[in-house]
Protein backbone atom coordinates (compact mmCIF):
# COMPACT_ATOMS: atom_id res chain seq x y z
CA UNK A 1 0.00 0.00 0.00
CA UNK A 2 1.91 3.26 -0.94
CA UNK A 3 -1.03 5.90 0.63
CA UNK A 4 -0.73 7.36 4.34
CA UNK A 5 -0.48 5.32 6.96
CA UNK A 6 -1.13 5.80 10.59
CA UNK A 7 -0.41 3.69 14.10
CA UNK A 8 -2.13 2.86 15.97
CA UNK A 9 -5.36 3.23 14.47
CA UNK A 10 -7.10 2.91 17.44
CA UNK A 11 -6.07 4.12 21.14
CA UNK A 12 -7.09 4.09 24.55
CA UNK A 13 -5.73 5.61 27.51
CA UNK A 14 -6.11 7.30 30.95
CA UNK A 15 -6.93 10.68 31.46
CA UNK A 16 -3.68 12.41 32.28
CA UNK A 17 -0.86 10.22 30.10
CA UNK A 18 0.84 11.06 27.38
CA UNK A 19 0.12 9.43 23.94
CA UNK A 20 2.14 9.42 20.64
CA UNK A 21 1.00 8.67 17.19
CA UNK A 22 2.59 8.05 13.69
CA UNK A 23 2.06 9.06 10.57
CA UNK A 24 4.00 7.66 7.26
CA UNK A 25 3.02 10.06 4.02
CA UNK A 26 3.16 8.96 0.57
CA UNK A 27 7.07 8.60 0.13
CA UNK A 28 7.58 11.46 -2.75
CA UNK A 29 5.50 14.11 -0.50
CA UNK A 30 6.92 16.80 0.87
CA UNK A 31 3.84 18.19 2.85
CA UNK A 32 2.48 16.61 5.77
CA UNK A 33 -0.68 17.82 7.83
CA UNK A 34 -2.29 17.07 11.18
CA UNK A 35 -5.89 16.91 11.23
CA UNK A 36 -8.46 16.67 14.13
CA UNK A 37 -11.70 15.31 13.69
CA UNK A 38 -14.94 14.85 16.34
CA UNK A 39 -18.15 12.86 15.55
CA UNK A 40 -20.15 14.98 13.38
CA UNK A 41 -17.59 17.47 12.54
CA UNK A 42 -15.22 18.32 9.27
CA UNK A 43 -11.38 17.70 10.13
CA UNK A 44 -10.32 20.61 11.62
CA UNK A 45 -6.41 21.79 11.03
CA UNK A 46 -3.59 21.17 14.16
CA UNK A 47 -0.40 21.85 12.12
CA UNK A 48 1.63 21.44 8.75
CA UNK A 49 5.23 20.25 7.95
CA UNK A 50 7.30 20.85 5.03
CA UNK A 51 9.80 18.81 4.89
CA UNK A 52 11.35 18.82 8.27
CA UNK A 53 10.40 22.68 9.05
CA UNK A 54 6.68 22.75 10.83
CA UNK A 55 5.26 26.09 9.03
CA UNK A 56 1.79 26.68 10.63
CA UNK A 57 0.61 25.83 13.47
CA UNK A 58 -3.17 26.40 14.69
CA UNK A 59 -4.50 27.89 17.55
CA UNK A 60 -6.34 24.33 18.40
CA UNK A 61 -2.85 23.52 19.07
CA UNK A 62 -2.72 23.68 22.67
CA UNK A 63 1.15 23.38 24.57
CA UNK A 64 -0.12 19.87 25.22
CA UNK A 65 0.60 18.98 21.44
CA UNK A 66 3.70 18.61 19.72
CA UNK A 67 4.56 17.31 16.28
CA UNK A 68 7.78 16.61 14.80
CA UNK A 69 9.38 15.22 11.40
CA UNK A 70 12.47 15.02 12.41
CA UNK A 71 13.96 13.62 8.57
CA UNK A 72 10.73 15.28 6.59
CA UNK A 73 9.72 12.03 6.31
CA UNK A 74 7.19 10.40 8.94
CA UNK A 75 5.60 12.46 11.16
CA UNK A 76 4.85 12.08 15.12
CA UNK A 77 2.15 13.87 17.17
CA UNK A 78 2.05 13.60 20.68
CA UNK A 79 -0.45 14.97 23.90
CA UNK A 80 0.47 14.89 26.98
CA UNK A 81 -1.18 14.63 30.26
CA UNK A 82 -4.19 13.91 27.79
CA UNK A 83 -7.68 15.01 28.47
CA UNK A 84 -11.52 13.54 28.63
CA UNK A 85 -11.91 16.53 25.38
CA UNK A 86 -8.73 15.31 23.49
CA UNK A 87 -11.20 12.08 22.25
CA UNK A 88 -11.01 12.48 18.52
CA UNK A 89 -9.99 10.83 15.34
CA UNK A 90 -6.40 12.17 14.45
CA UNK A 91 -5.68 12.51 11.12
CA UNK A 92 -2.61 12.85 8.78
CA UNK A 93 -2.62 14.18 5.25
CA UNK A 94 0.14 14.75 2.85
CA UNK A 95 0.70 16.42 -0.55
CA UNK A 96 2.53 17.74 -2.94
CA UNK A 97 3.21 21.53 -2.92
CA UNK A 98 0.37 23.29 -4.14
CA UNK A 99 -1.44 19.62 -4.68
CA UNK A 100 -4.26 17.39 -3.10
CA UNK A 101 -3.97 16.57 0.13
CA UNK A 102 -4.46 12.40 0.64
CA UNK A 103 -5.37 11.52 4.04
CA UNK A 104 -4.27 8.39 6.34
CA UNK A 105 -7.25 5.99 7.82
CA UNK A 106 -6.81 7.93 11.26
CA UNK A 107 -5.74 7.12 15.17
CA UNK A 108 -9.22 6.84 17.10
CA UNK A 109 -7.69 8.13 20.43
CA UNK A 110 -10.75 7.75 23.10
CA UNK A 111 -9.24 9.41 26.86
CA UNK A 112 -11.12 7.74 29.86
CA UNK B 1 -9.55 33.20 10.50
CA UNK B 2 -11.49 31.18 7.68
CA UNK B 3 -15.00 30.48 8.22
CA UNK B 4 -16.43 28.04 6.14
CA UNK B 5 -20.54 27.29 6.38
CA UNK B 6 -22.13 24.48 4.54
CA UNK B 7 -25.58 23.36 3.76
CA UNK B 8 -27.34 21.18 4.09
CA UNK B 9 -26.41 19.14 7.00
CA UNK B 10 -28.83 16.17 5.50
CA UNK B 11 -29.88 15.91 2.22
CA UNK B 12 -32.16 12.90 1.04
CA UNK B 13 -32.81 12.57 -2.94
CA UNK B 14 -34.06 9.73 -4.52
CA UNK B 15 -31.98 7.70 -6.90
CA UNK B 16 -31.35 9.34 -9.98
CA UNK B 17 -32.11 12.20 -9.18
CA UNK B 18 -29.59 15.60 -8.46
CA UNK B 19 -28.03 16.93 -5.41
CA UNK B 20 -26.67 20.28 -4.55
CA UNK B 21 -24.62 20.79 -1.25
CA UNK B 22 -23.57 24.40 -1.01
CA UNK B 23 -20.95 26.89 0.89
CA UNK B 24 -19.84 29.82 1.72
CA UNK B 25 -16.49 31.21 2.85
CA UNK B 26 -15.21 34.28 4.54
CA UNK B 27 -11.40 34.74 3.36
CA UNK B 28 -11.45 36.64 -0.25
CA UNK B 29 -8.17 35.46 -0.18
CA UNK B 30 -9.30 31.76 -0.03
CA UNK B 31 -7.83 30.52 -3.70
CA UNK B 32 -8.12 26.46 -3.65
CA UNK B 33 -11.39 24.92 -2.96
CA UNK B 34 -11.86 21.07 -2.71
CA UNK B 35 -14.83 18.86 -1.59
CA UNK B 36 -13.86 15.17 0.06
CA UNK B 37 -16.06 12.38 0.36
CA UNK B 38 -16.50 10.41 3.97
CA UNK B 39 -17.52 6.48 4.13
CA UNK B 40 -18.83 5.45 7.41
CA UNK B 41 -15.55 4.97 9.60
CA UNK B 42 -13.13 5.56 6.14
CA UNK B 43 -10.77 8.18 5.42
CA UNK B 44 -12.15 11.61 3.45
CA UNK B 45 -11.22 11.20 -0.09
CA UNK B 46 -11.31 14.30 -2.48
CA UNK B 47 -13.43 13.90 -5.00
CA UNK B 48 -13.25 17.11 -7.07
CA UNK B 49 -11.65 20.49 -6.77
CA UNK B 50 -11.34 23.62 -8.42
CA UNK B 51 -9.01 26.85 -8.11
CA UNK B 52 -10.01 30.60 -7.89
CA UNK B 53 -9.07 30.92 -11.06
CA UNK B 54 -11.80 28.67 -12.89
CA UNK B 55 -15.68 29.01 -12.32
CA UNK B 56 -17.14 25.59 -13.20
CA UNK B 57 -15.24 22.18 -13.36
CA UNK B 58 -17.13 18.82 -14.32
CA UNK B 59 -16.23 15.22 -13.84
CA UNK B 60 -18.67 12.82 -14.87
CA UNK B 61 -21.36 13.25 -12.83
CA UNK B 62 -19.73 15.54 -10.28
CA UNK B 63 -19.66 19.37 -11.01
CA UNK B 64 -18.17 22.08 -8.63
CA UNK B 65 -19.41 26.00 -9.33
CA UNK B 66 -17.16 28.81 -8.05
CA UNK B 67 -18.41 32.52 -7.64
CA UNK B 68 -15.64 34.45 -6.12
CA UNK B 69 -17.78 37.61 -5.89
CA UNK B 70 -20.26 36.01 -3.54
CA UNK B 71 -17.63 34.27 -1.54
CA UNK B 72 -19.77 30.89 -2.37
CA UNK B 73 -18.91 27.59 -4.01
CA UNK B 74 -21.36 24.47 -4.90
CA UNK B 75 -21.13 20.70 -5.52
CA UNK B 76 -23.54 19.35 -7.69
CA UNK B 77 -24.23 15.51 -8.32
CA UNK B 78 -26.13 14.24 -11.40
CA UNK B 79 -28.13 10.83 -11.90
CA UNK B 80 -27.26 9.80 -8.38
CA UNK B 81 -26.69 6.01 -7.54
CA UNK B 82 -26.70 4.20 -4.05
CA UNK B 83 -22.99 4.62 -3.77
CA UNK B 84 -23.47 8.46 -3.56
CA UNK B 85 -24.24 8.00 -0.26
CA UNK B 86 -21.67 9.62 2.43
CA UNK B 87 -20.91 12.45 4.26
CA UNK B 88 -19.41 15.96 1.81
CA UNK B 89 -17.19 18.15 3.06
CA UNK B 90 -16.35 21.29 1.50
CA UNK B 91 -13.22 23.12 2.55
CA UNK B 92 -11.42 26.32 1.34
CA UNK B 93 -7.48 26.83 1.91
CA UNK B 94 -5.97 30.40 1.78
CA UNK B 95 -2.23 29.66 0.11
CA UNK B 96 0.96 31.82 0.25
CA UNK B 97 1.64 33.28 3.69
CA UNK B 98 3.13 30.27 4.94
CA UNK B 99 -0.55 29.01 5.38
CA UNK B 100 -1.63 25.84 3.67
CA UNK B 101 -4.43 24.15 5.98
CA UNK B 102 -7.83 23.24 4.55
CA UNK B 103 -10.59 24.61 6.85
CA UNK B 104 -13.69 22.53 6.31
CA UNK B 105 -17.27 22.42 6.63
CA UNK B 106 -19.14 20.49 8.54
CA UNK B 107 -20.35 18.13 6.64
CA UNK B 108 -23.55 17.13 4.48
CA UNK B 109 -24.65 13.71 4.73
CA UNK B 110 -26.29 13.19 1.53
CA UNK B 111 -28.82 10.05 1.75
CA UNK B 112 -30.11 8.01 -1.89
CA UNK B 113 -33.21 6.62 -1.18
CA UNK B 114 -34.36 3.13 -3.78
Known amino acids: DTGVSQDPRHKITKRGQNVTFRCDPISEHNRLYWYRQTLGQGPEFLTY????????KSRLLSDRFSAERPKGSFSTLEIQRTEQGDSAMYLCASSLIGGEQFFGPGTRLTVL | GENVEQHPSTLSVQEGDSAVIKCTYS??????FPWYKQELGKRPQLIIDIRSNVGEKKDQRIAVTLNKTAKHFSLHITETQPEDSAVYFCAVRVSGRGADGLTFGKGTHLIIQP
Open chain 2, 27 to 32: DSASNY
Open chain 1, 49 to 56: FQNEAQLE
